[in-house]
């Protein structure tokens, strides 16, 4: 059996990243692999961790500053004696900082390692060093692998993130979910979740609200997340202010994020820039349809009027355009949501993200044993 070490050092945020390793987590399999998990100080993270039965260590794997390089070093040293003690055969690093880290490591220590890397921003030049140090990159898109142009293509794979589709289903009867909810029949219900920061683009996805309430007056938006305070506030202050509150609504994240799918009628991302976004294929596994903006993974995702809406960043009305076309048709509406729900059976299942995932394991094994 092989220990594989998986490290992630998001401390703030329990996103997409940790979500998809979550349900990798989940998938692999236990007669291969024996995985181990490194987190930083994310207490959410590390109680979901250990629902999976799985070893989950917690160790501060803080932002790297020359002031303070002891705490550096400190890092480095216990994650170099965690791997020679539980015998690691692959480091997975979730994301750059912890990458980072690993790269150091595996300078004392000759071991596989791959990097998973979910967003398309590049970091310049600590690119190049890093990916010098991985074994195999692992890029969630097509277009986040731009990001490493410059790699050969047998040191890079395109995985594509996986979504369980047996929770995230259709809905069986719509008007049930959402009288059970409180909500009425003729309540249209608008739906987005994801982190609520700046890149998300919420403000023009609120502004466009103001369009479809003047033809569906009792239409809702629901947006499902957390982030930074602040930020939250801002949003909530420019629903007062745009005259929404009765119509927008800010809820947390729930534990049973699947059930939230099952009152949506239209699925939204307004998202300014994406890697490759797992809420989009979610509400697409749940027979939705759905309206994205044109920008990275989601391009690849979305086959525009055929599974959902294709529509320019930054533009409210585009927003509500599509969406009140799709409110309007609902023949439109549930074969676009069909379409989707295809598409992510055959080409985005946690089921097909894990087999690849533990090929590339073998692969990088095999590399050391040359």
């Known amino acids: 059996m092989r220990n594989i070490l998986y490290v992630d050092s998001e401390s703030e945020i329990f996103g997409g990243g940790q979500i998809s390793l979550l349900e990798l987590l989940k998938e692999l399999d236990r007669t291969k692999y024996f995985p181990h998990v ?3 100080e994310s207490k959410i993270f590390r109680e979901k961790i250990a629902q999976l039965s799985i070893q989950c260590k917690v160790l501060p794997i803080p932002r790297i500053n020359i002031l303070q390089i002891y705490k550096f070093i400190s890092t480095i040293w216990n994650l170099y004696k965690f ?3 539980e015998n690691i055969a692959v480091i997975h690093a979730n994301n750059s900082r912890s990458m980072i880290y690993i790269a150091f490591v595996g ?11 979910r967003v398309p921003i590049s970091d310049g030049f600590l690119d190049r060093i890093l990916a010098a140090r991985a074994t195999i990159v692992i890029t969630v898109s097509k277009s986040v692998k731009e990001r490493f142009r410059w790699i050969k293509n047998d040191k890079i794979r395109v995985v594509y993130n996986g979504v369980n589709t047996e929770r995230f289903c259709p809905r069986k009867n719509l008007k049930e979910n959402k009288h059970n909810q409180g909500i009425t029949g003729e309540d249209r219900i608008i739906g987005t979740v994801g982190r609520l920061s700046p890149e998300k683009g919420l403000e023009y996805l609120i502004s466009g609200m103001s369009d479809i309430v003047k033809v569906f007056p009792k239409a809702k938006l629901l947006i499902v997340g957390s982030g930074k305070e602040a930020y939250r506030n801002a949003l909530e202050d420019k629903i007062k202010r745009e005259g929404l509150s009765s119509n927008i609504f800010i809820m947390d ?26 809420t989009l294929l979610e509400a697409m596994s749940a027979g939705l349809p759905v309206i994205a903006t044109a920008v990275g993974g989601n391009r690849e995702i ?8 294709l529509v320019q960043a930054c533009d409210s009305h585009a927003l509500s355009t599509a969406t009140i076309g799709l409110l309007e048709d609902k023949n439109k509406s549930v074969k676009m949501g069909q379409a989707g729900r295809k598409i992510v059976f055959e080409k985005y299942s946690i089921y097909k993200n894990t087999q690849l995932t533990q090929s590339i394991y073998e692969e990088v094994i095999a590399k050391k044993c040359i």
Do not use: A, M
């Open 253 to 278: 994240f729930l534990d049973d994020i699947h059930e939230v799918f099952q009152i949506f009628d239209v699925y939204c991302l307004s998202s300014l820039t994406e890697g490759f976004n797992r």
């Open 107 to 117: 300078l004392f220590i000759p071991i596989p390692i791959v990097w998973h890397v």
């Open 302 to 309: 979305v086959v525009d009027s055929v599974n959902g809406i």
């Open 38 to 40: 490194i987190i930083s």
């Open 83 to 85: 791997i020679k003690k």
